[in-house]
């Protein structure tokens, strides 16, 4: 039982590591690529001005996401050497469509490939050619077996039904697709759930060119801080002094879509908070998708909305969902009896 | 009760909030315990506020709050006894489990 409660560890800090990493190529890439689109039109790739070369390097960026997160799920495995097979591992599930699942389950195989060659018994003479031939070698040949004559077609084929049947809904199942994706986001403002919503909709974003997913994102995780921000603006009695302090810092979080903001308050009353933050970012990710809205870029909060299509609609639909947040929150919320709670904001 | 040195490393995904936020919760609850502390914030600007050689053998307890995988964890090498493993959002929801999850290692000193 520890064990495997230690091979879970290893695994979740596998995959938060890996996401970590790749987080600065992600911010790059959906940027500059939207700025090529913005500058070139939308034939920009077939053009040799500065906004395809801006265009080119933001495809470069978005390639090496799923490289660079398979690259360092080993490197959290297996440590240094973990990081040359992890890498090439993502990069076979780049080109061979098999996306981000590919590359998750291809570098946490890459980190237990190269641990293992680790512990393999060799003369000690030899044993400089670990690191430099043998680790390197063997890692990527296992790898590159297990990756493209076994997980590559059963994963690629999940991978493209996903990203086809999510890129196909429309009407009805696209709002139910909203709802889920929204309440995910803000269910654990920033934990697991919101990272995997956040990976179906960059998935959608690279894989299938849609980027209505990211633009109902970025609402359902903008506000949840932002509905917290306007509840105590609103209704300062519901809320202790101490965490009325905060509400600058819940107001930056939400422009800035740092969803983890709006955590402490969670914490200090969570049967009231986290429902609220779900109701309104549900709802607003819902009205994104009736509202046809895109959004070119995959992090950024309030400072790119020049990439949406329809800037002030977006602005509005924030708003919306803001305020449904603040409104369940100051419906739910009791008053405070002051000197009473004492939780950090 | 003495006074004790302790020092602790945190971490987290997007490398931005909950590294700050625990290491925040952190020092707050040691200074209410009048202990010392000492936090290296392992976040998306790289490794600030650097734990030294001697940091690490003055310790008396050594908190691990990571999410992602620790970078030059070799420096702990030689005093792993004195680790203990919290994740970041638990120390942000509730400091206090440093101490009571440091009790083994603290009656031992």
New interface residues.
């Given amino acids: 039982m520890d064990n495997l409660k230690i091979f879970g560890r290893d695994i979740k800090q596998a995959l938060l590591t890996g996401v970590s990493y790749m987080l600065a190529f992600v911010v790059p890439g959906g940027i500059l690529i939207a700025l090529g689109f913005a500058f070139g039109g939308i034939y920009v790739y077939e053009d040799t001005s500065f906004a395809a070369s801006l265009f080119s390097w933001g495809k470069i960026a978005f390639s090496l996401m799923v490289p660079i997160m398979a690259g360092y799920i080993a490197f959290s495995l297996a440590d240094r050497p973990g990081i040359a097979p992890g890498i090439i591992a993502g990069m076979i599930a780049e080109s061979q469509g098999s996306g981000f699942i590919g590359g998750m389950i291809g570098g946490i195989l890459a980190g237990y490939i190269v641990l293992s060659i680790k512990k393999v018994k060799i003369p000690s003479v030899l044993q400089s050619l670990m690191p430099v031939l043998i680790i390197p070698l063997f890692g990527t040949i296992f790898i590159g077996v297990i990756m493209t004559y076994i997980i590559g077609v059963p994963v690629t084929w999940l991978n493209t039904t996903m990203t086809s049947v999510l890129t196909n809904l429309s009407g009805g199942s696209l709002i139910i697709f909203g709802l889920i994706q929204g309440a995910m986001l803000a269910i654990d403002m920033g934990g697991p759930l919101n990272k995997a919503a956040y990976f179906v909709a960059i998935g959608m974003a690279t894989s299938g060119n849609d980027w209505a997913p990211m633009s109902a994102n970025f609402i359902a995780s903008m506000s949840p801080p932002m509905g917290i921000a306007i509840a105590m603006l609103i209704s300062k009695n519901k809320f202790t002094t101490l965490e009325r302090k905060g509400v600058g810092n819940c107001i930056v979080g939400g422009l800035a879509m740092i969803t983890e903001f709006a955590i402490p308050y969670a914490v200090s009353d969570p049967f009231r908070v986290i429902p609220s933050l779900m109701v309104g970012s549900a709802i607003g990710a819902a009205l994104s998708y009736a509202a046809n809205l895109t959004l070119q870029a995959p992090h950024g909060g309030v400072f790119v909305i020049l990439l949406a299509n329809k800037p002030i609609v977006w602005l509005g639909v924030l708003a919306i969902a803001s305020l449904i947040t603040a409104g369940m929150l100051i419906l739910l919320k009791p008053k405070v009896v002051e000197n009473e709670i004492e939780i950090e904001a | 009760m003495n006074i004790l040195k302790i020092i602790a490393i945190t ?8 590294s700050y ?1 625990s290491a ?2 952190l020092k ?1 609850i040691a200074q209410k315990n009048g202990d010392q502390i000492k936090v290296e914030i392992q976040g ?1 600007m790289g490794i600030e506020n650097f734990l030294t050689v001697k940091d690490i053998e003055d310790a008396d307890l050594i908190v691990f709050a ?4 620790i970078s030059k964890e070799e420096r702990f090498n030689s005093v792993n006894s004195k680790i203990i ?1 919290i994740p970041p ?1 638990e120390v ?2 509730r400091p206090e489990i440093v101490y009571e999850k440091a009790k083994e290692i603290l009656t031992n000193l």
Avoid at chain 2, 11 to 18: E, F, L, Q, V
């Fill in positions: 971490s987290c995904a997007t490398g931005i909030a909950h936020m925040e919760a707050k998306a990571n999410d992602v995988r493993h959002h942000i929801k």
